[in-house]
């Protein structure tokens, strides 16, 4: 259990270890997005750790990395043509940072670091709470963004017609401002539990 716990707050993959910053900036202008994205972050880590884990043993230490690097890549096309047949909208709000999928550190880092030395079990449990950690992070940017952005949330309106907006939440530099207020906050929350 305190490998799934981790994910969600000590070791979070957004607020704590400042991973896949590509995508987390890229694609959290409507929460939607967010959600599709960290949905296909938790399918990807948990079949790619899930499979390290059980062959790491036949794995040479030599070429490790582009086994791991082959094995994600296969869970990362499911994925997008998933996305492509039955949610085309999304595959193309998603853009090619579905694909960056393949090199993000939080799914290599975890094949690597983790499921390499650890059971199936622990791996997947390890790998649901990062997963689940980065998609509720995902969530969270991205429905701030969506909501200070375009007064909506879950593409639904929230703010009453012509209330006034801040455009600025949905460019690039929204996506960085909102991120330094949440690394902000989550630092401070640690500040005041210690």
Known sequence: MNNFIRGLWNQHPIFRQLLGMCPTLAVTTTAVNGLAMGGAVIFVLFFST????????????????????????TFVTIVDYFFKAYHPDISAALGPYLPLII??????????AFASKNTVRAS?????????????????????REFLGQGTL??????????PVLGVMVSAAGAFLALGFLVALMNRIEQWKT
């Open 50 to 73: 899930c499979v390290v884990s059980i062959i790491k043993s036949l794995i040479p230490a030599q070429v490790r990395i582009a086994v791991y690097t082959v094995i994600i890549a």
């Open 154 to 163: 879950l593409n639904r309106q929230v703010l009453p017609a012509g209330f």
């Open 124 to 144: 997947v449990t390890d790998a649901l709470g990062m997963g689940v950690g980065f998609t509720w992070g995902l969530f969270v940017l991205s429905g701030i």
């Open 103 to 112: 090199v993000n550190c939080i799914i290599l880092g975890r094949c690597e």
